[in-house]
């Protein structure tokens, strides 16, 4: 079946620490995988998506590669902000009726 | 109004009332979704609209009914609710859904978070 496996948080980093959010992924056939942000009080927003395998999805300084050898998707900044803190979510997305499956969300605080 | 829409954005009730949760779309799409966010787990998809039908139900509490009017609007009618269906309900929208052209984008709204008392 599809699943998606991610980190769990709460994550807490020092403005400009360099981020990483582990995401892993079980799926049949060929699916797309994105990560979606949530900031407080909002939906969710596509932050940045792969459509095939070692496909680089980027975004804001965040950048996500879609491995099918270890069916990982790895979200990482650089250098995070205080604006950075949200929840952020890995779904894989198949084509046949767009189904989306979800992580459980890793939370982000990055203090000044 | 841009994007997706939903209202009330808070809503409190009790286990015996009647509640409706409203979700607009203007973003020309033709496929809707309703999700329940609860904390620690991954959202869960609920039901699915493609042009005005429902594709999908998964295996959600008749206490939930959703409505699709059209291809903008989508409603969840909610009676007899439980506290463990205190959550967010979230509404998203996407491209027509038949093509295996896909998975397309998502968008969503910001939600309407449910206290059932």
């Known amino acids: 079946g599809n699943s998606v496996t991610q980190m769990e948080g709460p994550v807490t980093l020092s403005e400009e620490a360099f981020l990483t959010i582990n995401c892993t992924y079980t799926?049949?056939?060929?699916?797309?995988l994105f990560w979606y942000v949530q900031y407080p009080g909002e939906g969710l927003q596509l932050l940045l998506k792969a459509t095939k395998a070692d496909d680089k999805g980027s975004n804001k300084g965040f950048e996500a590669t879609y491995r099918k050898e270890t069916t990982s998707f790895h979200l990482e900044k650089g250098s995070v902000q205080v604006s950075d803190s949200a929840v952020y979510f890995c779904?894989?997305?198949?084509?046949?009726?767009?189904?989306?499956?979800f992580g459980t969300g890793t939370s982000l605080t990055v203090i000044p | 109004e841009t994007g997706v829409t939903q209202t009330p954005r808070h809503l409190v009730m009790g286990m015996t009332n009647k509640k409706s949760l409203k979700c607009e779309q203007h973003l020309g799409h033709n496929a809707m979704y309703w999700y329940k966010q609860s904390a620690k787990k991954p959202l869960e998809l609920m039901f699915v609209y493609n042009f005005k039908e429902q594709t999908e139900n998964n295996s959600v509490p008749s206490r939930f009914s959703p409505e699709c009017p059209n291809s903008s609007h989508l409603f969840l009618h909610l009676h007899t609710l439980q506290p463990e269906d205190s959550a967010l309900y979230l509404c998203a929208s996407s491209q027509d859904i038949s093509s295996r052209r896909g998975p397309y984008e998502q968008y969503f709204g910001p939600g309407t978070r449910l206290t059932v008392t």
């Open positions: 799926a049949t056939g060929y699916p797309s």
């Open positions: 779904a894989l997305g198949v084509p046949y009726g767009n189904q989306f499956y």
